[in-house]
């Protein structure tokens, strides 16, 4: 049943698809209309999904790589949500509901069995870690999102090409302060979320764990995180210079997370 409602989301994620398809082209206020309706629907099947996993298995929902995709899919959508509730623009949807479509629709055609957890995976510790760590990288994933769109709406402005979708997006101050925003709520998760996952690697491996690829990288990770806040708090970077480093810190964030696939310690289990 999980998996079942999992494949009912990607049903209403399909609409966002196609909202952000037709926002490259000419666009219209009806597919936003119907868009945002259908995104909340499929957060809500999501969410079924999620819930009903934990509940009946009573483990963790990320034992495996397609489990961490729909819990990774699901907190990028919230955080989105988070964002249209505070500046009521749908616009970073034409770069988080493809991410959240395809995350969520590999899952749920890629879902096996869900798996027996360790009796690790059943600490505090670890439920802090992947809570915080999922948090902070939605929020780093808004923040590269609104970096994009703010070199879209530049460019735009430039050619004065106000048509479609891509032509009302907001002002580059509020899409500047999206980024932003992001960045500064994500960054704490980030780093208590690495602090977490660093209390049970050293239970359970010993400081050998720490010099791992996925430790290596997700550290440098961190460190591109902090760069980012440092010189934009006090550089004071802002446009498009802020928006070129939040893509590397995005991609940066990426790379730790295929690590994963080649940790010797730090990988999902295969669904």
Request: proline share 4%; glycine share 8%.
């Amino acid at each position: 049943m999980p998996v079942l409602w999992l494949r009912v989301a990607v049903l209403f994620y399909a609409v966002g698809l196609a909202y952000a398809l037709v926002a490259l082209t000419k666009g219209s206020h009806l597919i936003e209309r119907i868009a945002l309706p259908a995104m909340s629907f499929g957060m809500i099947f999501h969410f079924v999904s999620l819930t009903e996993a934990l509940l009946t298995t009573q483990q963790l929902i990320t034992a495996s790589i397609h489990n961490a995709e729909s819990l990774l899919a699901f907190v990028i959508m919230l955080a989105f949500m988070v964002v249209y509730a505070v500046y009521r623009t749908a616009s970073p949807g034409i770069v988080a509901f493809p991410i959240v479509f395809l995350l969520t629709f590999v899952a749920a055609t890629g879902q096996g069995p869900f798996l027996t957890p360790t009796e690790g995976l059943r600490k505090g510790w670890l439920l802090a870690h992947i809570a915080m760590i999922f948090t902070g990288y939605a929020a780093l994933f808004i923040s590269c999102a609104a970096s994009l769109l703010y070199l879209i709406q530049e460019r735009n402005l430039k050619a004065k090409r106000p048509e479609g979708i891509l032509g009302r997006l907001p002002a580059l101050g509020t899409i500047d302060e999206i980024g932003y925003r992001s960045l500064l709520l994500g960054f704490p998760f980030m780093t208590l979320g690495l602090i977490a996952g660093s209390v049970v690697a050293q239970s359970r491996f010993g400081p050998t764990y720490f010099t791992d690829s996925k430790v290596v990288l997700s550290l440098m990770m961190w460190a591109v995180y902090m760069v980012l806040l440092y010189v934009r708090w006090s550089a004071g970077w802002r446009g498009k210079k802020a928006a070129y480093l939040a893509a590397f810190a995005f991609a940066a964030a990426v790379v730790a997370w295929v690590a994963n696939f080649f940790s010797g310690v730090h990988r999902f289990v295969q669904s």
